[in-house]
């Protein structure tokens, strides 16, 4: 009787085992979360900030782009043209402020003297010669006409010589403050276009911003571009992103710096790693594109998923499955 016991004794053990490892699988399972979504990897649109004949494409459809590659030119003639007028009106410009702080040569300033020498040369004789005609008229030798006309030099004369004055006075003092204002002015004015016109030839080479994948070749050498015309369309190698969709009722696992695990069709047994590193904080209808086992009418939150250890086969659009409990437990 005792054999019997026992048995049922241990068969009793290995169900109460067995029922509690089942119950801890079902509790797991229902708290796991899992997500879908889909490989989010940027583009960009290249372009000319300047237009005019597009020279030469030095890359295709499919090629492999790094960073600061040279990837075509614009005909640069007409801006190599632009920069040396430019070149020019800053010498121009330069020359003139020079001459407007320098003020006047001494040759100037010294033919001022000799006009104002000369002025007053003129203006002592006509004074003096006013004056003896003013003592002939009181005794009336001569007729009133001829010390009118002796006046009307004298006064002549002064102005002259008020003239020279002011004319030497300029010269010794230099230009006016405003003058110069004016011409530094200018010299800023044809400093800025000089730079304009060097950023200008600098824009005619299109250079690769990041490392990536040439997705479009929009356009071929030869043609008429506008500026911000695109030309060709990069895809981005990082960063690799997977946009993905959480309900409300899951939201508290879906945090920034939460570790997940990603699978994808292709290689089910060898996930990928990621870390969300954003979560919009406005709900919206979940996109039709997006399969959750919950109704497409609920609210959710999209997610970004920033994939830390991603390579090449991660691809636009690629479906992708999110696990978060294998993340914690790794």
């Known amino acids: 009787?005792?054999?019997?016991?026992?048995?049922?004794?241990?068969?009793?053990?290995?169900?109460?085992?067995?029922g509690g490892?089942?119950?801890?699988?079902?509790?797991?399972q229902e708290n796991s979360l899992t997500l879908y979504g889909n490989v989010d990897i940027r583009t960009v649109n290249l372009s000319f900030r300047v237009g005019g004949r597009l020279a030469s494409l030095a890359v295709d459809e499919g090629d492999t782009i790094k960073r600061g590659q040279l990837l075509g030119e614009l005909d640069k003639a007409p801006y190599e043209n632009a920069l040396l007028q430019a070149q020019a009106n800053v010498s121009t410009a330069q020359a003139k402020y020079s001459l407007a702080t320098a003020g006047y040569r001494d040759e100037e300033i010294a033919q001022a003297v000799a006009a104002v020498n000369q002025a007053r040369a003129a203006y002592d004789y006509a004074q003096n010669y006013y004056q003896r005609q003013l003592g002939l008229i009181k005794s009336h030798a001569i007729p009133a006409n001829d010390l009118e006309?002796?006046?009307s030099s004298r006064d002549q004369a002064q102005a002259t010589?008020?003239?020279a004055q002011d004319k030497l006075s300029q010269y010794r003092a230099g230009n006016r403050p405003q003058e110069i204002a004016q011409a530094k002015a200018g010299l800023e004015q044809a400093e800025a276009a000089l730079a304009q016109a060097q950023l200008d030839l600098q824009d005619t080479a299109?250079?690769?911003p990041a490392n990536g994948?040439?997705?479009t070749r929009a356009v071929e050498p030869g043609s008429m571009l506008s500026a911000g015309g695109t030309v060709l369309t990069l895809s981005l190698t990082r960063p690799v992103w997977i946009r993905a969709y959480v309900d409300e009722r899951n939201l508290q696992q879906a945090q920034p710096g939460q570790e997940v695990t990603l699978y994808t069709d292709g290689r089910p047994n060898k996930p990928y790693h990621?870390?969300?590193g954003f979560v919009s904080p406005t709900a919206e209808f979940t996109p039709?594109?997006?399969?959750?086992?919950?109704?497409?009418?609920d609210l959710v939150y999209r997610l970004r998923i920033i994939v830390t250890d991603a390579d090449d086969t991660l691809r636009q659009g690629m479906p992708v499955t999110i696990h978060f409990n294998e993340a914690r437990h790794e």
């Open 21 to 28: 490892g089942w119950m801890w699988y079902q509790s797991k």
């Open 149 to 151: 006309n002796a006046r």
């Open 288 to 297: 039709k594109t997006v399969e959750t086992p919950d109704l497409r009418t």
């Open 161 to 163: 010589l008020k003239s």
């Open 274 to 276: 990621g870390k969300i």
């Open 213 to 215: 994948t040439l997705l």
């Open 1 to 18: 009787m005792k054999k019997p016991v026992v048995v049922i004794v241990v068969a009793i053990i290995v169900l109460a085992v067995l």
């Open 206 to 208: 299109l250079i690769a």
